[in-house]
């Protein structure tokens, strides 16, 4: 049976999802404690091309770990050949997009239809976090922050 994936520029849905998978699977095999990739990481991530598809996003968030010293991995963590590349591609963003608070917004709707579903599907909310990949008091905050009022 063959399977044809779209390539990771096509999908760049999938971007977040993976990087809570990698995120948590890094946390385990290294026994660290990273909780995130900044805004910043997380723009340029969904701006970048991915020539290399899922095994580079894997390996930029394996080298954010190697170099992350808190919990959140910053730009400096990341292999800056990424973000140069992301910085050209995203040079006519601003005016093409409506400004700067474009990204934050789907991300936010990302995130929001996530929770949701996974809310939906699982029978209560440890579930649901660890159907996300997340941990309850994450799910929590996150439900606060997107005005999530939908319970189990």
Known sequence: MQLNIPPLRD??????????????FFNRTMQKQIKDLSDEVKSLFFHYQ???NVRELRNMIESGFNLCEGEI???????????????????????????????????????RKAITDAIKKCDNLIKAADCLGISRQTLNNKMKELEITEHL
């Open 11 to 24: 999908r760049k849905e999938d971007i977040l999802p993976l990087t809570a998978y990698y995120l948590d």
């Open 50 to 52: 991915w020539p290399g």
């Open 73 to 111: 991995i910053e730009k400096e963590d990341i292999d800056i050949n990424l973000f140069n590349l992301a910085n050209e591609n995203t040079s006519g963003l601003k005016a093409d997009k409506g400004g700067e608070g474009f990204l934050k917004e789907q991300i936010r709707i990302f995130e």
